[in-house]
Each structure stands twice: as C-alpha cells, then as structure tokens.
C-alpha cells in the first residue's frame, strides 16, 4: 500500500503467471532443440534454438504463450479483487476505485515498428506507447511511479518496468543482514524477517536513476511512497 503526492491511497501489486509461463517456455525450448538437430542446424550454443515462423511449432508456441499472458493478466485482477476485499474489511469502509492500471512486463507481443511487423519482447520492460499507462515499481522500501507513456519510437515504445536488481538473491543474502534491512525499511510496515533480506532496497539499482534515464520515454503522474509492504515467504 502507498500514498501518492496528494496521499490518496493506491493498492499495488506485482504478479506474473506464476511459474506456468516458465514451464510452456521450457517445454518450447525443448522443441525448438530437437527441431533444429532434425534440421541439422549449427547453433553456436543450444539455448540459441528457435522456432521457424509459419511452422505448426511455432504457433503452438505463440498461442500458448498468449494464453500464459492472459492469465497474468487476469491473475492480477483476481488478486487485486481479495486485496480491496480486504482492506475494505479492514478499514470498515468501501473502497472507491477511482483509477486502475494493470500492465505487462516481460512480455512478447506482435506490433508493427519503423513499417515493420515484428515480434517484440519486452524483457524488463513495459509498454510506453504514446498516452498508455503504466506502472514503474522501485523496491519493497523506495518510491514507485504512475507513468504514461511518450511514444519513444527509437525505444519501441517501451520503458523500464522497475528498478531492477544490483545484487543477485544469493549475493544479496551475501552482502546484507537483517538490522540492515530493518534500517533500510524505516518506518514502512512489513513482515520482519530473514525472507526478505534478498529483497533489501540495496540490492536493486537507484529508483531514481532509472526514472531520469527514462525522462524520453515516459512522463511520471504520481510518485508513490510506502507504508505498508506484504510479500510471501
């Protein structure tokens, strides 16, 4: 949960399609592998195999990565819907949805850029398209972004989709400790434990770097601060 410059209440979450897209990838990697030895195409390294466009293969590639894609989405409103339940129950009042933005990142969708169709992965990064809006997170103790896209043709219409980590997870629980942590989070609510010390604000890159080196991309509407952070252990 966090407030925005004029401290109005935004409930933000971040889900994917929890692990099910890992899965059908890795089942298409596998494909693609065998594809290419029948193919007897060199590949300098076999994570490089891919599915030729047209084939039968690659469609059932696509569609069920569409279908991955989908259920993120809708996953987020699931989740979205028991989180205002909640807090409604918690506050005894309705909560009035004035605004809502539900984006991808770490997405493949067909969009036609410079006269060309393409397909275009936006790995770490979300739509940016001329009045789109999105949503550019920091880390579970720094500020996040409301933004609306600018139409930035050289960056294909995409921007970040949040800080982005320094520290892996392993280096991370390396690096940092829990009074670390509990410094870091200040006076933001959150469940104080070990779990988290991966996640610590350190671990991710400066919030505010990223958004001035996204200036050409997106135009921030609300700067949002946290209060109060949940996340599974």
């Known amino acids: 949960m966090s407030l925005d410059e004029d401290d109005r209440v935004w409930l933000f979450l971040h889900s994917g399609s929890r692990g099910v897209g890992s ?43 569409r279908w991955a894609q989908r259920f993120a989405l809708l996953n987020r409103e699931e989740m979205m819907d028991r989180v205002v339940t909640r807090f409604e129950q ?27 169709k393409v397909w275009l992965s936006r790995k770490g990064a979300i739509d940016a398209s001329e009045g789109v809006p999105g949503l550019i997170p920091g880390s579970m103790g720094t500020r996040s972004y409301v933004v609306v896209g600018k139409g930035n043709r050289l960056a294909l219409n995409s921007s970040p989709h949040g800080a982005g980590r320094e520290y892996s997870r392993s280096r991370a629980r390396r690096t940092f400790t829990h009074d670390d942590l509990r410094t870091a989070m200040g006076d933001i609510e959150y469940r104080d434990t070990d779990a988290f010390i991966d996640e610590i604000p350190a671990a991710y890159k400066d919030i505010d770097v990223v958004m001035n080196d996204a200036k ?12 109060v952070n949940v996340k599974g252990d």
């Open 23 to 65: 899965k059908i990838a890795q089942h298409h990697i596998k494909v693609a592998q065998a594809l290419c030895d029948k193919w007897w195409i060199n590949l300098p390294d076999r994570d490089l195999a891919y599915l030729a466009e047209e084939t039968d293969e690659f469609w059932a590639y696509i569609r069920e990565l």
């Open 90 to 116: 918690w506050t005894g009042a309705e909560v009035q949805r004035t605004e809502e933005i539900n984006c991808h990142h770490n997405y493949t969708v067909q969009e036609k850029h410079f006269g060309q």
């Open 216 to 227: 050409d991309l997106v135009d921030v509407r609300h700067t949002l601060r946290q209060i």
